[in-house]
T-cell receptor, first 113, second 116 residues
Framework: DSGVTQTPKHLITATGQRVTLRCSPRSGDLSVYWYQQSLDQGLQFLIQYYNGEERAKGNILERFSAQQFPDLHSELNLSSLELGDSALYFC????????????FGEGSRLTVL | AQTVTQSQPEMSVQEAETVTLSCTYDTSESDYYLFWYKQPPSRQMILVIRQEAYKQQNATENRFSVNFQKAAKSFSLKISDSQLGDAAMYFCAYRSWGGSQGNLIFGKGTKLSVKP
């Protein structure tokens, strides 16, 4: 168990809908990262937050947004969902922004029908 | 842009034997990190081993070791004394030296099966 908790584990929704994925980092970790794993694109870095502020952006679509709250949990919002958004969404956390290890959650499996 | 290539979609090894997973990458940077991650059926990504490009010595973690060839841009993972629990997807990943800790570029992965 990495200590990173993601909810929900599975989610099925329809095209055009909006969903929110939640991540609780390990106790004491200030950085949260979001990744998307799909059959087409593989594993891609989406975005990083550090202590409530956005720090780095990867291949995140404009329809997607994220935030990190004062209690350090993070949410990834996916809107106007398309079939191609079906994927496994991972959250990871680390203590700081340096060279420490990333700890991954078990992911949220999103299916868009 | 950096790319990571894993040319072996699937590999198989007999329990207790040794297997090597291949990874090549392309970059114009001189300083960077390389990683191998394991993704078992539980889906959780687990760090296996990491290598800093400035270090000439190959990283080792118990039964796992790497062969880092910087000039050839090659970063292979050797698993010795394979165990049933080693069965998983293995991803090679690259990260720029000055970049975000989480801004990893992953290969497509190699599915490793371990036969009893």
């Amino acid at each position: 168990d990495s200590g990173v908790t993601q909810t929900p584990k599975h989610l099925i929704t329809a095209t055009g809908q909006r969903v929110t994925l939640r991540c609780s980092p390990r106790s004491g970790d200030l950085s949260v990262y979001w990744y998307q794993q799909s059959l087409d694109q593989g594993l891609q870095f989406l975005i990083q937050y550090y202590n409530g502020e956005e720090r780095a952006k990867g291949n995140i679509l404009e329809r997607f947004s994220a935030q990190q709250f004062p209690d350090l949990h993070s949410e990834l919002n996916l809107s106007s969902l398309e079939l191609g958004d079906s994927a496994l969404y991972f959250c990871a956390s680390s203590q700081g922004q340096g060279n420490g290890e990333l700890f991954f959650g078990e992911g949220s499996r999103l299916t868009v029908l | 842009a950096q790319t990571v290539t894993q040319s072996q979609p699937e590999m198989s090894v007999q329990e207790a034997e040794t297997v090597t997973l291949s990874c090549t990458y392309d970059t114009s940077e001189s300083d960077y990190y390389l990683f191998w991650y394991k993704q078992p059926p539980s889906r959780q990504m687990i760090l296996v081993i990491r290598q800093e490009a400035y270090k000439q010595q190959n990283a080792t973690e118990n039964r796992f070791s790497v062969n880092f060839q910087k000039a050839a841009k090659s970063f292979s993972l050797k698993i010795s004394d394979s165990q049933l629990g080693d069965a998983a997807m293995y991803f090679c990943a690259y990260r720029s030296w000055g970049g975000s800790q989480g801004n990893l570029i992953f290969g497509k992965g190699t599915k490793l099966s371990v036969k009893p």
